[in-house]
């Protein structure tokens, strides 16, 4: 399969934004304005499936037809992608509890994946101050909203951290004791701790500087991958949790400004 260069991937790259900014509008047209009355998970889901069902698919059609010959990886809850090819990884709506709720903390994303790292991540928030929308491609850089952007030095007492949990992390018992314990640790050590909702978007953020930190624990790929490229390209650290390079498998993840990430895997190295 013929590679792309950054500035044919950046082409690509505006092409796929307009194709996700789309797929925002019609969300937040079809979303009621209260908050879903969905009493159990079952009730909350099936509302959810009405309106991401459609959205879902057109996302698929527009995004796929700008790199056909890239397979489509389901929108499934395990987080995993293949390890080999070139894939679509895309989320019509990452962070459906907040979109539910009638909160702005969702997104749009499409990933463009190629044996198992992100080439090309977009990350669009329709209703985040006016709409907020984050590119990256691999070697090329990061944008926010059509300029460059850079983390934020800060000391870890002065930093706003963010964490979240893989969507089946209750599963896994060994990353639900992580969570616990990495967030006594950092609630001991920064200024606040906050899960403002979608993955991409808040390790997007770190790229941005509107975040000190993100960090998770658990296999989460799917998630991961968009926001991890933007964060990377932005000149942020990302690791897993004990500063080992990142992989799509590892059960780990880390993010933070250069002169912040050490100070962030001390912290967490009290983890077991």
């Known amino acids: 399969m013929e590679l792309l260069e950054p500035s044919e991937l950046w082409t690509l790259a505006e092409a796929v934004e307009a194709a996700v900014r789309e797929v925002g509008a019609e969300l937040v047209a079809r979303r009621p304005v209260e908050p879903?009355?969905?009493?159990?998970v079952e009730e909350a889901m099936a509302r959810f499936a009405?309106?991401?069902?459609?959205?879902?698919?057109?996302?698929r059609e527009r995004?796929?037809?700008l790199r056909p010959q890239a397979g489509w990886v389901p929108e499934e809850l395990?987080?995993?992608?293949?390890?080999?090819?070139?894939?679509?990884?895309?989320d019509a709506t990452d962070g459906a509890v907040q979109y539910l709720l009638g909160q702005p903390h969702w997104a749009v994303t499409a990933t463009l994946v190629r044996d198992g790292a992100a080439v090309l991540a977009v990350v669009h928030a329709p209703e985040l101050d006016?709409?907020?929308?984050?590119?990256?491609?691999?070697?090329?850089?990061a944008r926010l909203d059509g300029r460059p952007i850079a983390p934020l030095e800060r000391e870890l007492a002065a930093t706003v951290a963010a964490t979240s949990q893989p969507p089946r992390v209750a599963a896994d018992p060994v990353a639900l004791r992580r969570a616990g314990e990495s967030l006594s640790a950092m609630v001991g050590s920064v200024l606040a701790v906050r899960n403002l909702g979608p993955t991409a978007l808040q390790v997007a953020q770190v790229g941005s500087g509107h975040l000190a930190l993100f960090w998770e624990y658990g296999e989460d790929a799917g998630n991961l991958l968009p926001g991890a490229l933007i964060a990377s390209e932005a000149g942020a650290t990302v690791t897993d949790a004990a500063g080992a390079a990142w992989t799509a498998g590892s059960d780990s993840f880390l993010t933070a400004a250069p002169g912040l990430h050490a100070d962030a895997v001390g912290v967490l190295r009290v983890v077991g």
């Open 78 to 90: 395990d987080g995993s992608v293949p390890a080999e090819g070139e894939w679509w990884v895309c």
């Open 36 to 40: 879903t009355p969905g009493r159990t």
């Open 63 to 65: 995004v796929g037809a």
């Open 50 to 59: 009405e309106l991401d069902g459609p959205a879902a698919a057109d996302l």
């Open 130 to 141: 006016g709409g907020r929308t984050y590119l990256a491609v691999r070697g090329g850089g």
